[in-house]
């Protein structure tokens, strides 16, 4: 368990930099976006590339993320339901969830989408708007956000059954987000 335990931590280290890198991909958008409106009112000017770009720059920081999302357990779920369970049941949960659920979906998108960003980068598309950008890096970005979701999955699977079997602490104990309502309630409004 220890060689996959390493592997796994070699994967959180990758996400995590790549997740805290990529908020940076914000900022960049903002300011193309901010520069792209400015030359618009000043000169009367505007450029398919640029708002191109932001959407690349926009998908980027969203596919770039998912993985670290995962990572840091943030991923949508129903806690009505989820946090009513005992933990050793909510990571037989997570589990089944990882292995029958994400995973598959990663794979078969990883499987669509090579083939499809390789037939982009050797055709060179470009957009077929007036003056925008070469299609196949936002492609390539799809790619490379689901190859990082698909390493994430792996290592989230390897830390359940570590935690499962006693191999390792529990990285992220669930705390329910919602107190329960009679704490909800202040002392003073109760009866």
Same mark, same amino acid.
């Given at each position: 368990?220890k060689?996959?335990?390493?592997?796994?931590?070699?994967i959180?280290t990758?996400?995590e930099?790549?997740?805290?890198a990529?908020?940076?991909l914000?900022?960049?958008?903002?300011?193309?976006?901010?520069?792209?409106?400015?030359?618009?009112?000043?000169?009367?000017?505007?450029?398919?590339?640029?708002?191109?770009a932001q959407w690349?720059?926009?998908g980027?920081?969203?596919?770039?993320a998912?993985?670290?999302?995962?990572?840091?357990n943030?991923?949508i779920r129903?806690?009505?339901v989820? +946090?009513s369970?005992?933990?050793?049941?909510?990571?037989?949960?997570? &589990?089944? @969830?990882? %292995?029958?659920?994400l995973?598959?979906? #990663?794979?078969?998108?990883?499987?669509y989408?090579?083939?499809?960003?390789?037939?982009?980068?050797v055709?060179?598309?470009?957009?077929?708007?007036? +003056?925008?950008l070469?299609?196949?890096?936002?492609?390539?970005i799809? &790619?490379? @956000?689901? %190859?990082?979701?698909?390493?994430?999955? #792996?290592?989230?699977?390897?830390?359940?059954?570590?935690?499962?079997?006693?191999?390792?602490?529990?990285?992220?104990?669930?705390?329910p987000?919602?107190?329960?309502?009679?704490?909800?309630?202040?002392?003073?409004?109760?009866?």
């Open positions: 368990m060689p996959l335990l390493g592997f796994s931590r070699l959180d990758v996400t930099n790549i997740g805290k990529v908020g940076w914000i900022l960049v958008a903002v300011l193309v976006s901010a520069g792209n409106a400015v030359i618009r009112k000043i000169f009367n000017m505007s450029s398919n590339a640029w708002l191109e690349y720059l926009f980027a920081a969203f596919m770039f998912a993985a670290y999302t995962l990572s840091q943030e991923h129903i806690d009505v989820y +946090g369970f005992s933990r050793r049941v909510q990571h037989w949960i997570d &589990l089944f @969830g990882h %292995v029958f659920f995973m598959p979906f #990663v794979l078969l998108m990883l499987y989408l090579v083939p499809y960003v390789r037939m982009s980068y055709s060179g598309e470009v957009s077929s708007s007036a +003056g925008g070469i299609i196949w890096p936002a492609k390539a799809l &790619l490379i @956000g689901f %190859v990082l979701l698909a390493l994430q999955g #792996v290592s989230e699977i390897i830390k359940k059954i570590a935690v499962m079997t006693g191999n390792m602490d529990d990285p992220t104990p669930y705390v987000t919602h107190a329960p309502l009679d704490e909800a309630v202040g002392p003073e409004v109760r009866p």
